[in-house]
């Protein structure tokens, strides 16, 4: 006979790394898929340690641009912030969907808990994800499988239902007991998450979709720095440490201008706007001086195109007006 070969969800934690064990004790033949938001969330190296600890094979998907619809425009809503945790849970699901029927697997399963989260693991919201996904009877979700209908992996035989679970709820102490019998280690810890349910980067994620972005890559940049709105067509990103900075310079576009302090250490800004005038540049040169060591002395802040790093200009700005700097951070 045949095999029973599924995917199974691999986000870095202890759910589903639990999920998984449970299916390779039933002797499943898994294979791992792990997915990557464009701003970096996901636990690639956990994940890549769950499954070299499981010893399973470990397909790994970037999520790009057209995921950026999906935060747009959820049919379901958003949760506490800007997050639309069961469109993106359909999303990656359909995508699971394509890899198992590319390796001709039986179901997909994740490590979901019935009622564990508020929004996309109540029961309604387990019903239409596995609906909208297109894996009805194919979408096995072993920590909780006891109280959904039986999928048809179990129907057939194919899995024992018996050996599933029934958790449900927001403890994890039954969890984390099973997790210490099967001997999983190294997972991600509870508490981590998506950058979209916290509410500093929704702000950004908003005032980026209100004003307009270039691509990706100015989306990426959200998660770094200190972001202010000069206005509509123009803003600046400070970078609060030396990686940042890096960060910040390495995402940057060709018709962005970067600017430093030009004898001291300090924040590197990136202007993000085309054609800004002398006025507008000084601006972004003040709020360099206000968020380095030296806001209280004269400095010279330097500044040039991406595009053209021989083209260096000077300013010695002046203190930034803190009112208007209040009502434009986001």
């Known amino acids: 006979m045949k095999k029973v070969k599924a995917v199974s969800m691999i986000s870095g934690g202890l759910d589903s790394a639990l999920a998984t064990k449970i299916l390779i004790d039933l002797g499943v033949n898994v294979y791992g898929l792990h997915f990557i938001l464009p701003w970096g969330c996901g636990d690639k190296p956990r994940s890549v340690g769950i499954a070299e600890q499981l010893k399973i094979p470990l397909k790994i998907i970037q999520l790009n641009e057209d995921f950026l619809e999906i935060v747009k ?30 390796i001709d697997a039986d179901f997909v399963a994740t490590g979901e808990v019935l009622g564990q989260r508020p929004m996309s693991q109540m029961r309604h919201s387990l019903a239409s994800v596995e609906k909208e996904s297109g894996l009805k009877g194919c979408l096995l979700r072993p920590l909780c499988a006891k109280l959904l209908d039986p999928t048809d992996a179990e129907k057939e035989g194919k899995i024992d239902r018996e050996k599933l679970h029934n958790f449900s709820g927001r403890s994890r102490s039954n969890l984390q007991q099973m997790g210490r019998e099967l001997d999983i280690k190294n997972y991600t810890p509870t508490g981590g998450g998506c950058l979209l349910t916290d509410r500093n980067f929704a702000r950004r994620i908003k005032d980026s979709f209100t004003y307009g972005y270039k691509n990706l890559d100015e989306i990426i940049s959200l998660r770094w720095g200190r972001h202010v709105r000069i206005n509509k067509h123009f803003k600046v990103i400070l970078g609060r440490d030396e990686f940042e900075n890096d960060k910040l310079v390495e995402h940057a576009e060709d018709d962005d201008f970067i600017l430093e302090l030009k004898d001291f250490q300090g924040p590197t800004a990136v202007l993000k706007g085309k054609s800004p005038d002398d006025k507008l540049l000084l601006t972004a040169a003040s709020l360099v001086k206000r968020y380095s060591k030296f806001r209280n002395i004269d400095v010279v802040v330097s500044f040039w195109p991406i595009a053209d790093k021989n083209c260096v200009r000077d300013f010695c700005p002046d203190a930034i007006n803190e009112l208007f700097l209040q009502k434009s951070k986001i």
Do not use: Q
């Open 73 to 102: 425009n959820p049919r379901h809503g958003y949760g506490s912030a800007i997050n639309p945790c069961v469109d993106c849970r359909i999303y990656n699901l359909k995508k699971a969907k394509r890899y198992m029927e590319e």
